[in-house]
């Protein structure tokens, strides 16, 4: 997208001093200025594990995922 402002000349000439401190052209500079300018989007909330498993592509598939119950067996050393 294009814009066009009108602004003081000494505004134009900080910037330009501004973007030529950080290697970058007037236009990409307050370019960046402008984008981070704009609010941050939230963070999408971690899920739990158990919201994890719930929602899972496996939720409801009838697999068995219970561990087995077999203390093993003693052995000698």
Known sequence: MTITIEIKPE???ELAAQAAAK???VSSYVASLLERS???KP?????TLSEFLINSP???SGIN????KDA?????L
């Open 65 to 68: 995922l219970e561990r087995d």
């Open 11 to 13: 505004v134009e000439a």
């Open 43 to 47: 963070q999408a909330r971690k899920q």
């Open 23 to 25: 290697g970058m052209d």
């Open 58 to 60: 496996l939720a409801g």
């Open 72 to 76: 093993g067996r003693d052995i000698e």
């Open 38 to 40: 704009l609010p941050q």
